[in-house]
């Protein structure tokens, strides 16, 4: 009998959340619990409760968001976290009324026996206030079996939460290390640095009379957010009004009331002025009144302001109000369907409305870099420190997984799994197992030097690769040499937009820009050569017919969305 072996009910892989079923020996842990609802459970499930103990690493929704369910569905199934974790976790169900308390809370570091064999021991996993790593024992006459599942984890400090304590851990040897691929192999400049190249936008935009919208999570980057924006030298001092909606601030309150769990750093910030709400010290940090008419008020003027919002409220809500063009910045959260970004370019896709406000120059939406995850490297040094004997990714999609198994120094040393939703992995501990070839990610392919260009032609194999549809997506790549070697990149529509943006057509050009037949970027002249392509606003055909004017020097903004066959950012978001 194999005494390991996980059973994922949800790997995080696009937007099914991370919910996994350890067995160790006779015992069922389910971890985490991020699931849309409890169906997957009940399907795969025995008879009876679905686990022996469920542990939840942390409060973002796609670790928790089921667990309410599930604790309605099975009553008497035990639920632990963090004590922090315990506290944060009703802002997953603001809309209910009396959520009640079902997590039980865990101190840190100190191994609690759950049954005759079987213990958990916490550490702090960075990330999120509150957020877990756990070390699972399972212990037999013979020997001790070790599972450390990192839930989601970050070894650097951010504003609010110290990073994973990777001294601690070192040389721990789990036999199965779970843990996160959310980054894949990419690197990320440090923390410090992000949060300078974001502070520089914000401060950018301002300068340039525009307000500056931040649709996010109730949890963790707001949060994060207002102290870079209390702290950092850009904005100190500064007649800036910093606006928060219900949703944010229900975070920044339940983050009041678990200061004395936050860094020293900041609890001693919290003893000479207030942590979020200040009317006093510039710049100035308030809420949103939900109000309409008062919201008008306050975001009527003739000054830039920063507002935070939840991911799900319509931008138009804020584009209709103020005097001032609108920066809506969205994090960036690569390779996932139903982050921000992406759904944010669906919403505008689908939005006639914001549509002609980017036209019109009234919304310009950009993205901003700061990590809650690990990059490449960062994850696999917890693995070199760790040194596990098995390890298995989860919560990242499925290419960025391969990335990951597909290196060499994790190949030869470990035993590498991506499991999928459903089928259950066994985790073979001693005993001989042979690591499967590496994906073949190499591709061979021939150039070509023409008197004024260079052809480069590549297997068709490489567009079966997810990544391939965000190089391609307008046909335009830019180069770079790095050291010895040519490095390629496509050039997203976002980017292009923006360009376009910066490069304005005078109208009496004849040009794609005001072209009739050019609508999203694309040309629908079926008497076109370019009929179907992605063009550029300085763009050139022989058959091109101008806009109808509108008597006031102005022009016909296209529908987009009458189109037939009009694709907006999709595989870019998802890339």
Same mark, same amino acid.
């Given at each position: 009998? #194999?005494?390991?072996?996980?059973?994922?009910?949800?790997?995080?892989?696009?937007?099914?959340?991370?919910?996994?079923?350890?067995?160790?020996?006779?015992?069922?842990?389910?971890?985490?619990?991020?699931?849309?609802?409890?169906?997957?459970?009940?399907?795969?499930?025995?008879?009876?409760?679905?686990?022996?103990?469920?542990?939840?690493?942390?409060?973002?929704?796609?670790?928790?968001?089921?667990?309410?369910?599930?604790?309605?569905?099975?009553?008497?199934?035990? @639920?632990?976290?963090?004590?922090? #974790?315990?506290?944060?976790?009703?802002?997953?169900?603001?809309?209910?009324?009396?959520?009640?308390?079902?997590?039980?809370?865990?101190?840190?570091?100190?191994?609690?026996?759950?049954?005759?064999?079987?213990?958990?021991?916490?550490?702090?996993?960075?990330?999120?206030?509150?957020?877990?790593?756990?070390?699972?024992?399972?212990?037999? &006459?013979?020997?001790?079996?070790?599972?450390?599942?990192? %839930?989601?984890?970050?070894?650097?400090?951010?504003?609010?939460?110290? %990073?994973?304590?990777?001294?601690?851990? $070192?040389?721990?040897?789990?036999?199965?290390?779970?843990?996160?691929?959310?980054?894949?192999?990419? $690197?990320?400049?440090?923390?410090?640095?992000?949060?300078?190249?974001?502070?520089?936008? @914000?401060?950018?935009?301002?300068?340039?009379?525009?307000?500056?919208?931040?649709?996010?999570?109730?949890?963790?980057?707001?949060?994060?957010?207002?102290?870079?924006?209390?702290?950092?030298?850009?904005?100190?001092?500064?007649?800036?009004?910093?606006?928060?909606?219900?949703?944010?601030?229900?975070?920044?309150?339940?983050?009041?009331?678990?200061?004395?769990?936050?860094?020293?750093?900041?609890?001693?910030?919290?003893?000479?002025?207030?942590?979020?709400?200040?009317?006093? @010290? $510039?710049?100035?940090?308030?809420?949103?009144?939900?109000?309409?008419?008062?919201?008008?008020?306050?975001?009527?003027?003739?000054?830039?302001?920063?507002?935070?919002?939840?991911?799900?409220?319509?931008?138009?809500? !804020?584009?209709?109000?103020?005097?001032?063009?609108?920066?809506?910045?969205?994090?960036?959260?690569?390779?996932?369907?139903?982050?921000?970004?992406?759904?944010?370019? &669906? =919403?505008? =896709?689908?939005?006639?409305?914001?549509?002609?406000?980017?036209?019109?120059? $009234?919304?310009?939406?950009?993205?901003?870099?700061?990590?809650?995850?690990?990059?490449?490297?960062?994850?696999?040094?917890?693995?070199?420190?760790?040194?596990?004997?098995?390890?298995?990714?989860?919560?990242?999609?499925?290419?960025?997984?391969?990335?990951?198994?597909?290196?060499?120094?994790?190949?030869?040393? !470990?035993?590498?799994? #991506?499991?999928?939703?459903? @089928?259950?992995?066994?985790?073979?501990?001693?005993?001989?197992?042979?690591?499967?070839?590496?994906?073949?990610?190499?591709?061979?392919?021939?150039?070509?030097?023409?008197?004024?260009?260079?052809?480069?032609?590549?297997?068709?194999?490489?567009?079966?690769?997810?990544?391939?549809?965000?190089?391609?997506?307008?046909?335009?790549?830019?180069?770079?040499?790095?050291?010895?070697?040519?490095?390629?990149?496509?050039?997203?529509?976002?980017?292009?937009?923006?360009?376009?943006?910066?490069?304005?057509?005078?109208?009496?050009?004849? *040009? *794609?820009?005001?072209?009739?037949?050019?609508?999203?970027?694309?040309?629908?002249?079926?008497?076109?050569?370019?009929?179907?392509?992605?063009?550029?606003?300085?763009? !050139?055909?022989?058959?091109?017919?101008?806009?109808?004017?509108?008597?006031?020097?102005?022009?016909?903004?296209?529908?987009?969305?009458?189109?037939?066959?009009?694709?907006?950012?999709?595989?870019?978001?998802?890339?």
């Amino acid at each position: 009998m #194999t005494e390991l072996a996980c059973l994922p009910y949800g790997v995080g892989a696009t937007d099914e959340g991370v919910c996994l079923r350890l067995q160790m020996g006779p015992y069922r842990i389910l971890l985490d619990c991020g699931l849309s609802s409890v169906a997957p459970i009940l399907e795969l499930g025995s008879e009876g409760l679905p686990a022996d103990v469920v542990l939840c690493t942390h409060a973002h929704a796609d670790h928790a968001q089921c667990l309410l369910d599930l604790h309605r569905a099975f009553p008497q199934l035990p @639920i632990y976290a963090s004590e922090v #974790t315990t506290q944060l976790l009703p802002l997953n169900w603001l809309d209910e009324d009396d959520v009640p308390a079902f997590c039980q809370a865990l101190p840190w570091r100190s191994p609690i026996e759950f049954f005759e064999g079987l213990s958990v021991e916490l550490f702090p996993a960075g990330h999120l206030p509150g957020a877990a790593a756990c070390l699972l024992t399972y212990s037999t &006459r013979d020997r001790d079996f070790t599972v450390f599942y990192t %839930g989601d984890f970050f070894l650097s400090n951010s504003r609010l939460v110290d %990073g994973m304590p990777l001294d601690e851990l $070192r040389g721990l040897r789990p036999d199965v290390l779970i843990l996160e691929g959310s980054y894949g192999t990419a $690197r990320h400049p440090h923390r410090r640095q992000q949060e300078n190249q974001l502070a520089e936008r @914000i401060n950018q935009a301002i300068a340039d009379q525009q307000s500056v919208l931040f649709p996010m999570p109730t949890l963790g980057l707001g949060q994060e957010l207002l102290m870079l924006l209390r702290s950092h030298h850009y904005f100190t001092g500064r007649d800036v009004d910093i606006w928060v909606d219900e949703a944010i601030a229900a975070g920044c309150d339940a983050y009041l009331n678990l200061l004395p769990h936050l860094p020293s750093s900041v609890q001693n910030f919290a003893r000479h002025q207030p942590l979020f709400w200040d009317e006093r @010290i $510039r710049p100035r940090v308030r809420r949103l009144p939900q109000d309409p008419a008062l919201q008008a008020i306050a975001l009527t003027g003739q000054k830039p302001c920063i507002v935070l919002t939840h991911h799900e409220t319509d931008l138009m809500r !804020y584009v209709q109000l103020g005097n001032l063009p609108w920066l809506a910045l969205l994090p960036q959260q690569p390779g996932r369907p139903g982050a921000i970004e992406a759904m944010t370019y &669906r =919403k505008v =896709k689908a939005s006639a409305p914001l549509q002609a406000a980017i036209q019109a120059g $009234r919304l310009e939406l950009d993205t901003y870099l700061l990590g809650e995850h690990c990059d490449g490297p960062s994850t696999t040094q917890l693995i070199h420190n760790l040194r596990p004997q098995h390890v298995v990714f989860v919560h990242g999609p499925s290419n960025y997984l391969a990335d990951l198994t597909g290196l060499e120094e994790l190949q030869t040393r !470990y035993q590498l799994h #991506t499991p999928a939703a459903g @089928i259950e992995v066994e985790l073979p501990v001693g005993e001989t197992f042979l690591q499967p070839a590496a994906p073949d990610t190499q591709y061979e392919g021939e150039i070509l030097e023409l008197e004024h260009s260079i052809v480069m032609s590549l297997p068709d194999s490489i567009t079966t690769d997810p990544r391939w549809h965000h190089l391609a997506d307008t046909g335009i790549v830019e180069a770079r040499w790095q050291g010895e070697a040519l490095v390629i990149r496509g050039v997203p529509q976002r980017e292009l937009l923006g360009r376009g943006r910066e490069f304005r057509v005078s109208p009496e050009v004849e *040009c *794609c820009e005001n072209c009739i037949h050019c609508r999203g970027q694309r040309c629908w002249n079926q008497a076109s050569p370019l009929y179907g392509f992605r063009v550029t606003p300085d763009g !050139y055909c022989p058959v091109f017919e101008p806009l109808p004017e509108l008597g006031l020097g102005g022009f016909a903004l296209p529908d987009f969305m009458d189109e037939p066959g009009f694709e907006a950012d999709d595989t870019e978001a998802q890339g």
